[in-house]
């Protein structure tokens, strides 16, 4: 036998670990996009299947029917994009600043942003209620973003970019008279623009996806995001419309699956590189 047939035979036991972990991720997706095109008699008569017997676009029109929801896909999409904008600026600057700058306490300033990974949402929940409440921006776009236009992993993921941009490129900008935010813009950004993207998609489909804290500051059903918006079809009796909630599901999933997809080689690339750069 073959040297490579051997480790081709080495790897098979991992590569059928993979396909079951993949299958297990995989079925509740299959579960809710076929759920989104089944009857309501046909969801829990034939619950295994995702497939369905009879499609339907019914559920769909009824979300149309029973919720706002294209002005909950705007709410998510403008919360989604600025949040994403900022914090793109804040890690950049961030970042720039500590690779860049010599300053008493840089290292200690950064290992502890990066500690700050390590406390749980949970714990600064109340302390930004209260601020965000205090500022009169509950019911707000401002207050479902405040406590996201800075985050500790994007200024780790861009701090470790930056530390790969030779040095010699900064000089060169410097020596040609570029201010910092130019050689933010001309050096940093071009070479590092895949860094960018990952940042962007991940932080995009976090917030896309935050479903706490929309839940704790926003009581207006008109300021409600997508995941807000899937507790509609909940009654007050405790029934629950599984149609039309996996239809709404898998219209507020497209979005994020989609960036996703785009961009996923970026994702990948970026963790790879913190991870070695380290």
Not at 15 to 30: K, Q, R, T
């Amino acid at each position: 036998m073959k040297a490579d047939q051997k480790v081709h035979l080495k790897a098979l036991p991992w590569h059928l670990v993979l396909i079951v972990a993949c299958g297990v991720s995989l079925l509740p997706i299959a579960w809710m996009v076929g759920t989104a095109f089944k009857f309501q008699d046909e969801i829990f008569t034939s619950f295994l299947s995702p497939i369905p017997h009879r499609p339907t676009l019914s559920n769909f029109l009824y979300v149309w029917d029973r919720i706002p929801f294209a002005r909950y896909f705007f709410n998510s999409l403008v919360v989604a994009a600025l949040v994403t904008a900022a914090q793109l600026v804040t890690a950049t600057l961030a970042a720039y600043g500590f690779t860049q700058f010599r300053f008493p306490g840089r290292e200690f300033l950064f290992y502890a942003v990066v500690a700050s990974m390590l406390v749980p949402v949970q714990v600064t929940m109340l302390p930004n209620y209260l601020v965000v409440a205090r500022l009169g921006w509950l019911d707000s776009y401002a207050g479902l973003m405040a406590p996201h236009l800075a985050e500790a992993m994007g200024i780790f993921l861009l701090r470790q970019a930056f530390r790969s941009v030779p040095a010699s490129l900064v000089e060169a900008a410097r020596l040609e008279g570029a201010t910092h935010l130019q050689v933010i813009r001309k050096v940093f950004i071009p070479n590092l623009r895949p860094v960018f993207i990952a940042l962007g998609i991940l932080v995009f489909i976090n917030t896309w996806n935050e479903y706490l804290w929309p839940l704790l500051i926003i009581k207006d059903e008109n300021m409600f995001t997508l995941p807000l918006a899937l507790q509609l079809f909940v009654s007050e009796e405790g029934g629950t419309s599984w149609g039309p909630m996996m239809a709404a599901a898998t219209l507020a999933a497209l979005p994020p699956l989609l960036a996703y997809w785009v961009a996923q080689r970026y994702v990948v690339q970026t963790f790879l590189s913190a991870g070695i750069k380290g």
